[in-house]
């Protein structure tokens, strides 16, 4: 049975939204502040979190920035709030998806069991990747001891900072990353240069490793934030 972890001020919502999650097989807890939530979020052993950003005090983008630092686990944002940079805002901290209230429950249990399901796809597919040296996210192979990519069972050259660039985005799916950040991880925090450099590049991988670099499959565009590397 899945745990899932809902932290919301608003006990009526809160109690409703267990009353449904656990009518259709799940196990569920509720944390009615930021402070409890954090906690048993961080302490404890949950498969999803269903996270209010609107808490006092400790407020769900403080949450989920810690709670991402730690664990690698769906978290999906609630929020009364109908604003772009909100959901913006979210998901370049690393959340799995956004749903404004008010919502339907049938919606909220639809989404809550296909995260479920990529998340376990994920740990699947990451636990078949043998060897430990290599990296499989559907066509793309990766030899990190090589150093040499292959797509659709084809080698694709590539060049040094193209590589670092795709494998760090490959080791870490789904996360968001801004401009600034790849051009720190990749050409490092005292490097000379425009972070211009990293649009170029990502572009030259699309063209390497997308069918249609149009409408790319792998690395995706996060329009005002930056880029993430789809599963």
Do not use: C
């Amino acid at each position: 049975m899945k745990h899932i972890l809902i932290i919301e001020d608003d006990t009526v919502i809160a109690e409703v939204e267990k009353d449904y999650l656990e009518a259709n097989g799940f196990a569920v807890e509720v944390a009615h502040s930021g402070e409890v939530g954090l906690q048993k979020a961080l302490a404890e052993e949950y498969d999803l979190i269903i996270l209010d950003l609107m808490l006092p005090v400790v407020d769900g983008f403080d949450i989920l920035r810690e709670v991402r630092a730690a664990k690698n686990i769906p978290i999906l944002l609630v929020s009364a709030k109908k604003e772009d940079v909100d959901k913006i805002r979210g998901l370049g901290l690393g959340a799995d998806d956004h749903i404004s209230k008010p919502f339907s429950l049938g919606e909220l249990v639809a989404r809550v069991k296909a995260h479920l399901a990529r998340y376990d796809r994920l740990v699947s597919e990451s636990a078949q990747r043998v060897p430990k040296d290599e990296l499989r996210i559907r066509g793309i192979r990766i030899d990190k001891l090589a150093r040499k990519v292959y797509v659709n069972g084809e080698e694709v050259p590539l060049t040094s900072k193209e590589y670092d660039l795709l494998l760090f985005l490959a080791t870490h799916p789904n996360w968001v990353f801004s401009k600034n950040e790849l051009f720190e991880k990749i050409w490092g925090l005292d490097s000379l240069g425009d972070i211009a450099t990293v649009t170029v590049h990502i572009s030259k991988l699309r063209e390497k490793i997308e069918s249609d670099p149009s409408k790319p499959q792998y690395i995706e565009t996060v329009w005002g934030v930056g880029y993430r590397f789809q599963l």
